[in-house]
């Protein structure tokens, strides 16, 4: 199985729109992580996650953790190996509904 290229982190895809107040933007970044795992492991199926909205700081705390040590920060997905499969991590920022 081979991983992915990180994608470059894009404006739109990972800061909230310019014209957005400080109290709009405190919540809106999450962080969604996909485990692929080999099929060749029976019972052992890959999962999904995607956090609540929270600040920058704390969802790229959590980024940190989900991949054992400090991320590129000119990327917004990551992809490290895990064992059995792989472990994708996306950071994203929604604006609040």
Same mark, same amino acid.
């Not at 809106?28 to 999962?47: A, N």
């Not at 991320?71 to 609040?96: F, M, N």
């Given at each position: 199985?081979?991983?992915? @290229?990180?994608?470059? &982190? #894009?404006?739109?895809?990972?800061?909230?729109?310019? +014209?957005?107040?400080?109290?709009?933007? #405190? *919540?809106?970044?999450? /962080?969604?992580?996909?485990?692929? &795992? *080999?099929?060749?492991?029976?019972? /052992?199926?890959? $999962? @999904?996650?995607? *956090?609540?909205?929270?600040?920058? +700081?704390?969802?790229? !705390?959590? =980024?940190?953790?989900?991949? !054992? !040590?400090?991320?590129?920060? #000119? @990327?917004?997905? $990551? =992809?490290?190996? &895990?064992?059995? !499969?792989?472990? *994708? /991590? +996306?950071?994203? $920022?929604?604006?609040?509904?």
């Amino acid at each position: 199985m081979s991983a992915a @290229r990180p994608a470059a &982190i #894009t404006p739109s895809a990972v800061e909230p729109p310019a +014209d957005m107040t400080s109290a709009d933007m #405190t *919540s809106g970044y999450r /962080v969604r992580v996909v485990e692929h &795992i *080999s099929e060749q492991l029976p019972g /052992v199926p890959g $999962w @999904r996650y995607d *956090s609540p909205p929270q600040t920058r +700081d704390d969802a790229l !705390g959590l =980024v940190r953790m989900l991949l !054992g !040590g400090d991320p590129d920060l #000119t @990327r917004s997905h $990551w =992809v490290r190996p &895990i064992a059995g !499969g792989q472990r *994708s /991590v +996306d950071l994203v $920022w929604e604006p609040p509904r």
